[in-house]
């Protein structure tokens, strides 16, 4: 259970993170008027680049990540 219990450790951190840049994300933008869409390219940069790593290292491993996830449950 160990691993498990690092998966659930890195996804929450994760997490934190995420949260904390979308608060910095949208402070940057509406009081210190940086652009939506400078902020917009880091998220793209960092959206793509998560996207492309979920399917290089699924490909590596012969799994599909993708498929692990029920998508139309993100909606809640």
């Not at 160990?2 to 608060?23: F, G, K, M, P, S």
């Not at 940057?28 to 290089?56: M, N």
């Amino acid at each position: 259970m160990e691993e498990r219990q690092t998966v659930d450790y890195h996804l929450q951190q994760a997490l934190i993170h995420l949260d904390e840049a979308v608060n910095q994300s949208i402070e940057v933008v509406i009081h210190q008027h940086i652009s939506q869409k400078e902020i917009g390219q880091k998220w793209e940069y960092f959206l793509a680049h998560f996207y492309q790593t979920i399917r290089e290292k699924g490909r590596q491993n012969k799994v599909n990540l993708l498929h692990w996830i029920t998508f139309p449950r993100l909606r809640h």
